[in-house]
C-alpha cells in the first residue's frame, strides 16, 4: 500500500503544479483502449445463510481478474476533461473455507472529469473522479444463475499519458471502483452480501481524432 500512497501522492502534486507549455487537449476528442487488472474485497454469506446451513466461516474471498474496456476523452479546457467509458470485469471465483461458492462478473460505466497538467513537452498527469453504474452477474458453484441489483457508486482514479505524437498516447492508470453491498438472490433469498469495492490499474492507447 506504501508504493501506491506514494504514486498517488506524486501524481496529485504534478496535476496541482504550474502548467508547462505542452500541447493541450482542449477541444480534442480521443478514444482509449485498456487492459489490465482489479483486485476486489472480500463479500460475506447472510446470517440468515450462515445460521440455516451451519457455516462456521461467512467469508467469501477472490483474487486478482483480467479487465479491460474502453471510452471516450473530451478536453473541455487545458487542464478540464471530461472521460466516458466501459470496464468489463471477467468472471472470477469466490471461495469460502478454500471451496468455490460463488462466480461473479461485472460491467462498470462510467461518467467522470479529469483535472489535467502537462509536466513536460510530452507527459500529461492526471487526477479524477466520477459517477460508476455497475452490473453483475453471479453463478452458484453449480452454474445456477442468482440475481444481483444494479447500483450506482464512483471512482477516483490517477494516471497519466505519453505522448508518442499529437495523435497518439500510451495511457497508465490506477483506479478505485466504490460501490455499496449487493444483495445476491436466489430463489428470491438474500445468500451473500457481495462488496464491489475494487482497485484497478490499467495501461492502454488513445488515440486523438482531431
Known sequence: MKKWSVLFAITLLAVTSAIADAESIAGRVGITGQLGFATVATSNYSRDFVASNSLSDDKLSSGSTFAGGGGLILGLTRNVA????????????????????????????????????????????????????????????????????????????VGGDYFVSRHIALNFDLRGLIFPEVDLKSGGRTVAEYDPISFVGLIGVRFFLN
Not at 444463475?145 to 482514479?157: E, F, I, L, Q, Y
Open 82 to 157: 471530461v472521460e466516458a467509458g466501459a470496464l468489463y470485469l471477467a468472471p472470477r471465483d469466490y471461495k469460502n473455507a478454500g471451496v468455490k461458492a460463488l462466480e461473479i462478473e461485472n460491467v462498470d460505466v462510467s461518467l467522470g472529469l479529469q483535472l489535467r497538467n502537462n509536466v513536460s513537452e510530452d507527459i500529461a498527469a492526471y487526477f479524477g473522479g466520477g459517477v460508476d453504474v455497475l452490473l453483475s452477474s453471479v453463478k452458484d458453484f453449480n452454474g445456477n444463475k442468482g440475481k444481483a441489483d444494479t447500483v450506482v457508486g464512483g471512482h477516483v482514479n
